[in-house]
């Protein structure tokens, strides 16, 4: 397609109004939220096992999900529309719900400059947008599939557009759901690019309120008992009672621990809380201190990944 392609409108309701359906994933969330409904959904916290500290902070975590978004390179989207379409979705988190958002550029800048970082860090056993959306600390990745269409001729080109947007658990990687979207025609007298840009600017602009919400609903169900997931490998680990006891140290001071794997070299840990990221990493030092391990020191943190090194 040409370079040189028109920006899309700046009002998106002027583009393609979005025929937006729900998607959830088979057998798992239906559309509706189901009970009991997630904080951010009633305005108050609603889930009684939680101590009122844990309700706080599970409340302003689901209202305050940060988001990276991007496309599927593999849907065969001309790259110009889908930074449109990216872009119209971040415009929405800024500009309706005071959110911080991730250029497309930028996202395409990490790829290249964290490549061998996720080598390293991954060996490839998550794509790489779902690694830097946990190196940026997302909550969420949206990942936009769509196809655009165009007809008419000269003066009075047409569009059109039609996809998904699928919401991700950013810290597993894990598909929650996806919601639907399929555009009337758009027209514009300039190109047939500039009508297929109005189109699917448009189709995600009228998307993401039902997008959003249903991220809160969808993330908060897999919260609402356990908190949220962190990941820990703890490294140098050749006392395997000395890694009991820290496992019992901590499970004090969390909701939840389980152990995935031991093994001398190391042992590796997912942790389920209701407390700021923060948090987590004191509560990780004071069971390693208490473990026999006062020489703990973190290593590097990626999103809700923590590795350590016991110090031995």
């Known amino acids: 397609m040409p370079a040189a392609t028109p920006a899309p409108p700046q009002d998106p309701n002027a583009a393609a109004k979005a025929a937006v359906g729900s998607q959830p994933m088979p057998g798992g969330t239906p559309s509706t939220p189901p009970s009991p409904p997630p904080a951010s959904l009633t305005g ?3 889930y009684s096992s939680l101590t009122p500290d844990e309700a706080l902070f599970f409340q302003n975590y689901i209202n305050r999900l940060s988001y990276l978004v991007y496309y599927d390179e593999n849907s065969g989207l001309d790259p110009q529309l889908a930074k449109a379409a ?3 979705a971040n415009r929405y ?7 911080s958002a991730i250029d497309f550029d930028q996202v395409q800048k990490n790829k290249k400059d964290q490549m061998s970082a996720y080598q390293a860090e991954t060996g490839g056993s998550i794509d790489i947008i779902t690694y830097i959306a946990q190196k940026l600390n997302a909550d969420i990745y949206l990942e936009i599939d769509a196809k655009t269409t165009f007809g008419g001729g000269p003066g009075s080109w047409t569009g059109s557009a039609q996809g998904s947007m699928k919401i991700f658990d950013a810290s597993t990687a894990t598909l929650l759901g996806a919601i639907s979207f399929l555009s009337p025609q758009t027209f514009s007298p300039v190109s047939s690019d500039a009508a297929m840009m109005n189109a699917i600017a448009g189709s ?3 998307s993401m309120p039902k997008v959003t919400e249903q991220s809160k609903a969808l993330l908060s169900t897999t919260m609402a008992t356990r908190g949220v997931r962190y990941e820990l490998v703890l490294q140098n680990t050749p006392d395997a009672k000395a890694v009991s006891q820290f496992e019992k140290n901590l499970s004090k001071r969390v909701r939840e621990v389980e152990r995935l794997s031991y093994a001398p070299g190391e042992t590796r840990f ?4 209701f407390m700021s990221a923060s948090k987590i990493q004191d509560a990780i030092y004071d069971a390693a201190s208490a473990a026999g391990f006062p020489d703990c020191y973190l290593l590097y943190m990626r ?3 923590y590795t350590f090194n016991t110090g031995l």
Not at 94 to 99: F, S, V, Y
Not at 270 to 273: E, S
């Open 204 to 206: 995600v602009w009228q």
């Open 44 to 46: 108050a916290a609603s």
């Open 93 to 99: 988190l800024i500009e309706k719900l005071g959110l």
């Open 86 to 88: 990216v872009s119209q």
């Open 303 to 305: 999103g809700r990944s």
């Open 270 to 273: 997912t942790l389920y809380a």
